[in-house]
């Protein structure tokens, strides 16, 4: 015989060549010579030596015992006095009851939506996360779920949690936010078969995710052909010098143009414009050369017109001076006046005469 003790928060168990016989608790024990005893700590789980079944049948060691059985494609979390302690894949556990307060949550991953209540801090933590993947869909965003290839479910802005499992799970995302589309280097001929490069930019949005991504293959290039169509039949209709002058309504008529065919894209036009038009080099000589013969015609003009009007100042004046000998006189002495003004000294030679000549065109009648 030998005399064994269990302490407190302890269970012995004795097996006898390898049967298990009873279960001792707390306090001293004789055992006979052929009797072994194994002692566990009731903090931590039951690791058990022979078939869990066999001691079972123990209703003493059943009582004492939390049993948990996990199934194939299934998980269990236990959680110690409120706390993720360890995570149980498929088997059978046990676990001492009375020191440490257990909970256990099952959880089937052999699907993909984790229906489970388990919180988003629990499937990150690093025991969960092995078992689960993450999608995120921004705030600007639209996602659209496929499982096993096949479309699930529209998903809005979040972070979505799936369980990890040989199903296979995609997300396809869409930016929603107003974006703007270049329709750059068009090689476009108008009516008179003048080349012409065109600049353009357009704004769209997004508003049927399922008809963009479900119903269409590259919803973007698509609406790129529709825009580049749209903008050279626009073109081809008009000479040159028609296009110029109705470049400003270019805009409205491609958004009527494009805008029934971007409605089955699942896209919403939200403008159209031109940014610049370029010419060939030998046009754009041309165009530089009627410019300016326009510019100096434009000048002559004003210089006849000028011309013309100052003649006929000059006409009015002298009809004035006509009817009346004084304002003649007048003129006269004012041209006088501005002849002086450049004479710095005079020289006279001769009689007399000349400086009464002199008199009368400088003095004053009296």
């Known amino acids: ?53 066999v001691l079972l049948k123990d209703p003493a060691l059943a009582e004492a015992l939390h049993i ?19 995570v149980l894949n ?4 046990a676990f001492w009851k009375g020191m440490v307060t257990y909970d256990f949550v099952h959880a089937d991953i052999g699907k993909v939506e984790i229906t489970e209540n388990i919180s988003r801090n629990t499937l990150t933590s690093p025991l969960v996360a092995p078992y689960v993947r993450t999608s995120a869909v921004e705030a600007h965003e639209k996602g659209i779920l496929f499982v096993d290839g096949k479309f699930h479910s529209i998903l809005m802005g979040g972070v979505y949690f799936f369980w990890k499992n040989n199903i296979p799970v995609s997300v396809a995302k869409v930016d929603t936010r107003v974006l703007q589309l270049e329709v750059n280097g068009q090689e476009i001929l108008t009516r008179d078969k003048t080349a012409l490069r065109i600049n353009a930019w357009a704004r769209y949005q997004v508003v049927d995710i399922e008809k963009a991504l479900l119903q269409n293959k590259e919803y973007e290039r698509q609406l790129y052909v529709a825009f580049q169509l749209a903008l050279r039949e626009y073109t081809a209709g008009f000479s040159f010098d ?24 699942g896209v919403q036009i939200a403008g159209f414009g031109i940014r ?25 003009l004003i210089m006849r017109r000028e011309e013309t009007a100052s003649t006929r100042s000059l006409l009015n004046t002298a ?25 710095n000294n005079i020289s006279l030679s001769g009689n007399g005469a000349l400086i009464d000549q002199l008199r009368q065109i400088f003095g004053t009648p009296k």
Not at 6 to 23: D, E, I, P, S, T
Not at 90 to 93: I, L
């Open 242 to 265: 028609e296009l110029l002058e109705k470049k400003d309504l270019i805009g409205p008529y491609i958004l009527e143009r494009v805008g029934q065919e971007a409605a089955s894209l």
């Open 319 to 343: 009809k004035l001076m006509e009817d009346n000998p004084m304002l003649f006189r007048l003129k006269e002495m004012e041209y006088v006046e501005k002849i002086a003004e450049k004479v």
């Open 90 to 93: 498929a088997g059978r556990y």
């Open 68 to 86: 948990v059985e996990v199934k194939d494609n299934s998980i269990a979390l236990v959680y110690e006095n409120g706390l993720l302690a360890r």
């Open 276 to 300: 610049d038009i370029i010419l060939p080099g030998e046009v754009r000589d041309i165009m530089n050369q009627v410019l300016v013969a326009e510019k100096k015609a434009q000048a002559n």
């Open 1 to 53: 015989m030998r005399l064994i003790t269990v302490n407190a928060y302890q269970v012995g168990l004795v097996f006898k060549n390898g049967v298990y016989l009873r279960m001792l608790t707390e306090g001293r024990h004789w055992l006979s010579f052929k009797e072994t005893a194994i002692i566990y700590e009731k903090d931590k789980p039951f690791s058990f030596v022979i078939e869990l079944t």
